[in-house]
């Protein structure tokens, strides 16, 4: 399975949308607040769920918050035994499945933000926290950087 953050962004989607088609299997990750920002499927308030229902109606793909992720990353191995498939490390992977790649897109780009301590969790503590993961547990880490380094 491949880890993607930023699954509901423009980039996102698409890569989402590809490595579907290759036959991958996702574990999709985004932030539920994305979907109102952009008012996916009209005004009415959307669910990250939804969108992947939408998307990928096959159900082959873990569908999971920003927040929910992050909690659960600290316990998370990059396989899970096929034996026990209720252990709570695995709670993102079913049983036998491995990880074997994390593509980061997930971060802040809107270039007018100006909160420092936001930018600071989004884009370089998320992206540490994750890198680092990826760093103990040999998993290959992709990560896209935005227009957003530049600034406004």
């Not at 082959?60 to 096929?82: G, I, N």
């Not at 490390?89 to 074997?100: A, D, F, Q, S, Y």
Request: proline share 6%; charged share 20%.
């Amino acid at each position: 399975m491949i880890i993607l953050t930023g699954a509901a962004g423009f980039i996102g989607s698409h890569v989402a949308q590809r490595l579907a088609g290759a036959g991958e299997r996702l574990i999709l990750v985004d932030h539920p607040q994305h979907f109102r920002d952009r008012g996916y499927f009209g005004p009415e308030a959307v669910t990250l769920d939804h969108w992947a229902r939408e998307k990928f109606p096959e159900e082959r793909h873990k569908v999971v918050d920003r927040a929910y992720f992050l909690r659960v990353l600290s316990k998370l191995r990059p396989s899970a035994p096929a034996s026990d498939p209720t252990a709570k490390e695995h709670v993102l992977l079913p049983p036998g499945e491995k990880i074997t790649c994390v593509i980061h897109l997930g971060a802040c780009t809107n270039t007018a933000e100006t909160r420092k301590d936001f930018l600071q969790e989004w884009n370089v503590d998320y992206s540490r926290t994750i890198w680092n993961w990826c760093t103990e547990h040999g998993v290959p880490y992709i990560y896209a950087s935005s227009g957003a380094t530049y600034g406004g």
